[in-house]
């Protein structure tokens, strides 16, 4: 197969897998340096023979560089049960029934391949002839472990509503439709890893994230119309309150390099006496000047700062590899 078919087919399956759609120079761009297919796609055009198990592994070394897959390469399900299982796996099956239980699982996953649906009592029936009563040891973990098989492996069929281009993240203004989300969940997956990309995403994805969070945390949140927003972008409450009550929290997200100076300090809290609000929080993908902060102590202001590092312990906790995906 000539090198230019195997990016396309490369682009569909990850894309499939990570709702991500990548061109071929994105293709190099994340495999790691040195990788075969980096080398094999950055040249002319040629022919290549490729093995299965080397074409799976690229599959898995590229849903881990945009953050859906927890580990590069294409593990077995063996050997994701086993991860799951921890080292005690050993003193319970032996290496032939960890085999025979592998089989198994991959025959049902073939199976529902084709139907479409998992049959549960068949799977449950044919573990017990391979392993008897322990099948309930690890039946959660089993299955835990089919699910992220199913939906990363590209020897199963995936088909995601929608891809969406990995640009957008950097280029758009265009969030998710309401009632959704803020935030895009395969964004949130691809930055998790990648904290010096955070300056580089479109002002308006970061003011998407940040309602995310909050949302996420439980928050009833309001994110502003993104221009002529009065500087603030996200209002927040406690879900409980009644209508018309004051925000708990108002927020400013500064998606820039410079470190957030005392004028952004001093309008945010302005805003929360404005508005009656209980604080205010700066979201910034850099962080807050001493000469800033010093402000926030000296007048006792009720402002906090969410910096870069925050924002990505944030993108960490709302990491979802394989989202999605159900048996």
Known sequence: MLASSFAVQLSEDAGERSGLALDRQQLVEHLTDGHFFQTAFAGDDHLMRVASDEYADAVGDLLFAVGAAAEPGMPTLGQRLMKRLGPEWRSRFSIDEMLETEAVALHHLRQRNETGKLDRAALNSDLENAIGGRRNVIMDDLLAAMEVELAQSPYFTRHTTSSIALTALF??????????????????????????????????????????????????????????????????????????????????????????????????????????????????????????????????????????????????????????ICL
């Open 171 to 324: 280029e758009s203004e265009q969030l998710p439709i309401a009632g959704s989300g803020f935030f895009d969940q395969r964004f949130a997956n691809y930055l998790s890893g990648k904290p010096e990309l955070l300056q580089e995403i479109h002002w308006r994805q970061f003011e998407g994230l940040t309602a995310e969070w909050l949302a996420r945390s439980g928050y009833k949140v309001e994110l502003g119309p993104g221009r002529d927003d009065g500087s603030v972008d996200v209002r927040a409450w406690k879900n409980d309150v009644e209508p018309g009550t004051p925000p708990v929290l108002i927020v400013q997200c500064k998606r820039e390099k410079r470190k957030v100076g005392k004028v952004v300090v001093k309008a945010l809290w302005a805003d929360v006496h404005d508005e009656r609000a209980d604080a205010g929080l700066i979201v910034t993908t850099n962080d807050i000047s001493p000469g800033a902060a010093k402000v926030i102590e000296a007048r006792a202001y009720p402002v906090t700062v969410a910096n870069r590092n925050e924002v990505m312990r944030w993108l960490a906790a709302m990491r979802k590899p394989a989202a999605g």
